[in-house]
């Protein structure tokens, strides 16, 4: 797809280049649509008609279809190429292929919390997609026979398991759906605690090398930036995004090193491995040369036509009248919310070698 494919493809490519004494058995991976290869799209009637990620220009580079995530190479594929293993088949897929060997548990749109957790909060119509973390888990627990028999504890063992990214569509619902940054913010902790439970649930069945991705700076998101923008400059930071937003991502993962902290004391045989998305994406931003990109905040894919971000809401892309930029690999952005290939490809580099992870995958 002219834009970014999933993240853990890149997680492949990059690899190679790298010696690490570690291999691994599987991948397992739990996350979005920064994640998600295709598990909407499995039913025999392919994507949904009304999903604009499941339309072209999605998908044309690299798979040569649109999949339904926002971005076919997620970080979490990336690792597999290195480790000799296959890209990682949606769980929902029949036939999937040899889950022994990987399966992805990713869906578009999920969020952390139960459809409960929303409805409570009257934003039950902003949840559309009924995978949050919790089912996901057990997507993967109706799976392990096929994975491992009766001997899962030694097989997970040596497998690696991405959790996340989780926590950006838990923000997107209430924040859309036009509830104060004050309310959104009191929802961290639980989304948080809910995280880090179902890392210890993992945990608990045999995972012991385990990545835990934060929340990336939705302030820096041109959908955002053009849905709720300031007349006030005092509302924008240094690189030219929204301070508000951008502080509740860094709350959320401010709580979840704490909370990856707390698991890691409390389980001294596991691996845990705190990915920083924020960090790196804001550098993205605040240098995209230094990553060989050109464009920070500007969006590839879309019809938005003008403005500082070139996104237009009711023309996104995939939309139509929507096209993508000849030159996806200069941009940071590919559709208002998703990243390009580029950026993935730069972002699985550093969780590799541990600039942007702590500590790195590879040993």
Same mark, same amino acid.
């Not at 890392?199 to 929340?215: C, F, N, Q, Y």
């Not at 139509?320 to 559709?335: I, Q, R």
């Given at each position: 797809m002219l834009r970014a494919v999933a993240f853990i493809v890149f997680l492949l490519s990059v690899t190679g280049h790298y010696g690490c004494s570690q291999s691994y058995n599987a991948i397992y991976s739990f996350g979005d649509s920064i994640a998600d290869t295709g598990n909407l799209c499995t039913d025999p009637g392919g994507c949904p008609s009304l999903l604009t990620?499941?339309?072209?220009?999605?998908?044309?580079?690299?798979?040569g279809h649109p999949t339904g995530p926002r971005h076919p190479r997620l970080p979490r594929f990336v690792c597999t190429d290195h480790f000799g293993l296959p890209l990682l088949p949606p769980s929902k897929a029949i036939g999937a292929g040899d889950v022994k060997k990987g399966a992805n548990m990713a869906i578009i749109g999920a969020t952390t919390m139960d459809f409960e957790f929303f409805k409570k909060h009257g934003l039950g119509n902003n949840i559309w997609n009924n995978g949050p973390l919790g089912t996901q888990i057990q997507w993967f627990q109706q799976l392990m026979p096929s994975i491992c028999g009766t001997d899962c504890q030694s097989y997970f063992n040596n497998s690696l398991f991405v959790v996340g990214e989780f926590g950006g569509n838990d923000y997107n619902a209430p924040l859309f759906g036009g509830k104060a940054m004050a309310e959104v913010r009191s929802y961290v902790p639980e989304i948080v605690d809910r995280i880090a439970s179902g890392?210890?649930?993992?945990?608990?069945?045999?995972?012991?090398?385990?990545?835990?991705?934060?929340?990336l700076p939705i302030g820096c998101f041109p959908l955002y930036l053009t849905l709720y923008p300031s007349s006030s400059k005092d509302d924008y930071d240094e690189?030219?995004?929204?301070?508000?937003?951008?502080?509740? /991502? *860094?709350?959320?993962?401010?709580?979840?090193?704490?909370? @990856?902290?707390?698991?890691?004391s409390k389980h001294a045989g596991v691996r845990l491995m705190y990915a920083d998305f924020y960090a790196q994406v804001a550098d993205?931003?605040?240098?995209?040369?230094?990553?060989?990109?050109?464009?920070?905040?500007?969006v590839c894919c879309g019809?938005?036509?003008q403005g500082s971000y070139n996104y237009n809401n009711n023309a996104r892309c995939g939309m139509?009248? /929507? *096209?993508?930029?000849?030159?996806?690999?200069?941009?940071? @952005?590919?559709?208002g919310i998703h990243l390009t290939e580029a950026a993935y490809r730069s972002i699985a580099d550093g969780w590799l070698k541990g600039t942007y992870c702590s500590p790195g995958i590879l040993r």
């Open positions: 990620t499941g339309q072209p220009p999605y998908g044309n580079t690299h798979f890392v210890e649930t993992l945990i608990g069945m045999g995972a012991v090398d385990v990545v835990v991705p934060g929340v690189i030219g995004c929204l301070k508000s937003y951008n502080n509740l /991502s *860094s709350y959320h993962n401010e709580l979840l090193r704490q909370a @990856v902290s707390g698991l890691q993205m931003v605040r240098s995209p040369e230094t990553f060989g990109l050109k464009y920070g905040l500007k019809a938005g036509g139509s009248g /929507s *096209s993508a930029c000849g030159d996806p690999e200069k941009y940071l @952005v590919w559709d």
